[in-house]
């Protein structure tokens, strides 16, 4: 895995609440290295939406409009018991 990728993965994985932080930094922690290249893309295009979007779709408030988005969030959902 290429180091530069995942430091600015890492970085951006960092949003504006400690909640949001631990999903989706969690995520980037324990699944990102065993993903394939198309739900690694779909995470770092992911981490370019806003935080009350990424919240309202963690708490399922509302839904993505990717689907592959969804996925990743529905994973962080079951990690985290949500």
Known sequence: ???ARLKRLRWRARRGTR????LFGGWLDTC???AD???RMAFDQLLEAQ???LWDWVMAYAR???DDWQAIIDDIRAR???
Not at 19 to 22: K, R
């Open 80 to 82: 985290n018991h949500l």
């Open 64 to 66: 993505p409009p990717r």
């Open 19 to 22: 909640e949001l932080d631990a």
């Open 51 to 53: 935080d009350p979007d």
């Open 1 to 3: 895995m290429d180091d």
């Open 32 to 34: 990102y290295a065993d």
């Open 37 to 39: 290249e198309a739900t």
